[in-house]
């Protein structure tokens, strides 16, 4: 399967119109201690650009964590069907599940309990998932056992 970079766009192709609406409105926003005005404090940085960063960290995590993989694709890159359901992640970092008109909230947390329970079958895939390139056709010889490892 193809590395591709995990982006900021993913994430928010996730949102609906109202929700990134609110989200550039307040995204760096907080309230002073002495109340008032919400207001972006000096040096706030942007929090999408480090939740992707986080998320696909925990991906790649997961996959590294897998004893039959032994590559990963460049940095910052999932493989091409991990993205939707990093970027369901990533959208729950981001906004939550409450932000949502009624109705909506359960199928987001069905999606955000799915996304998680992929996330941990990643730890125990085949490699082959993994691979960049195409897929070696299979060795013509069988494997002693039915063990891919024990090929003579």
Request: proline share 12%; hydrophobic share 40%; net charge negative.
């Amino acid at each position: 399967m193809p590395w591709v970079p995990f982006t900021e766009a993913d994430v928010t192709s996730r949102l609906a119109a109202r929700e990134i609406e609110v989200y550039e409105a307040t995204s760096r926003r907080e309230y002073p201690e002495e109340g008032g005005e919400a207001e972006v404090p000096v040096l706030s940085p942007e929090r999408l650009p480090q939740i992707v960063e986080q998320v696909c960290n925990q991906f790649r995590g997961a996959i590294r964590g897998n004893p039959l993989v032994s590559v990963l694709g460049p940095a910052g890159t999932l493989p091409d069907f991990c993205i939707a359901h990093a970027a369901v992640i990533a959208r729950v970092a981001l906004v939550g599940m409450n932000p949502v008109p009624e109705g909506m909230t359960d199928p987001r947390r069905d999606e955000y309990r799915e996304a998680n329970s992929f996330l941990r079958s990643l730890r125990t895939a085949p490699a082959a998932m993994f691979d960049d390139a195409d897929p070696a056709p299979a060795p013509a010889c069988p494997a002693f056992g039915g063990n891919p490892y024990l090929d003579f």
